[in-house]
């Protein structure tokens, strides 16, 4: 019997290593997927020690696989000369209907796939939050920094009063 995939926020983080907090600024996050990641050991460590950048990464999918392109994972402090490439891509392990489903939003929607956070789950397993995104225009940000202003000039307000 096959895993039934999660819906989004409903994930388990015990750890995030690395988040990206820009993306849902500059994206319109549509859907989020779990994904597990291929890394080596040093890069594993190097994730327990909490380092790793997923600003300026993204996913894209190539022949029924999903690879995470530009992720920094540093080398491991104590790494010998097995030691891994920082900044090269890792295949993202899902699904195929999932990669199909993402494949088809990429190709037809004209959608990015772009990686929220790097976590480690109850299981101990590094995972990755996949965000199917929509680019933002200019517009769209200024109205989501605006409602952002807004909350917080609420709860101030509220904090203030009571």
């Known amino acids: 019997m ?7 926020g409903s994930f388990s ?12 600024y500059e994206y319109a996050i549509e859907d989020v997927f779990e994904a597990g990641i291929a890394l080596t050991g040093t890069e594993v460590k190097s994730l327990r020690f909490g380092e790793g950048t997923i600003a300026e990464s993204y996913a894209e ?8 392109i530009n992720a920094n994972i540093p080398e491991f402090s104590h790494g010998n000369r097995f030691n891994h490439e920082p900044r090269r891509p890792r295949k993202l392990l899902l699904h195929s209907r999932e990669i199909a489903k993402l494949h088809g939003a990429v190709a037809r929607q004209g959608m990015t796939l772009v990686p929220l ?9 590094a995972k990755v939050e996949l965000a199917l995104a929509k680019g933002k225009k200019l ?11 807004w909350k917080r000039d609420q709860a101030r307000i509220l904090r203030d009063r009571g």
């Open 2 to 8: 096959m895993a039934r995939p999660q819906r989004a």
């Open 13 to 24: 983080k015990v750890k995030t290593v690395a988040e990206n907090r820009k993306a849902r």
């Open 61 to 68: 999918v190539n022949a029924e696989e999903v690879w995470l």
């Open 117 to 125: 956070s790097i976590y480690f789950n109850e299981r101990g397993r």
């Open 139 to 149: 517009h769209d940000k200024r109205a989501t920094e605006r409602d952002r202003d």
